[in-house]
């Protein structure tokens, strides 16, 4: 894939997209090929942005930086349903 068909080059334009992009390789870690695919079904799935950042502010407020734990809080109106892991 070039540079220029990357999604999240492309993304750029839309200020959700632009937000998950960045958020992610901030506040949970390097942006796989499968972390990717799942980005772009999220982004597409969730294009509010207020929902957006309520899910990053409790992903970063709970400690769990993990995809999954982001997933459910945007899956939940933008906060966590199921508390860190022990």
Excluded: H
């Excluded at 960045?22 to 499968?34: D, F, H, K, L, M």
């Excluded at 982004?43 to 982001?70: C, K, N, T």
């Amino acid at each position: 894939m070039t540079e220029i068909e990357r999604p999240e080059r492309i993304a750029y334009r839309n200020p959700v997209k632009r937000l998950g992009w960045a958020q992610v390789s901030n506040e949970i870690g390097e942006v796989t090929p499968r972390v990717r695919e799942r980005l772009v079904q999220l982004l597409d799935e969730y294009p509010d942005l207020v929902r957006w950042e309520q899910a990053f502010d409790a992903v970063v407020s709970s400690g769990v930086r993990r995809l999954d734990y982001l997933t459910a809080c945007l899956e939940s109106d933008g906060k966590p349903r199921w508390s860190r892991p022990r």
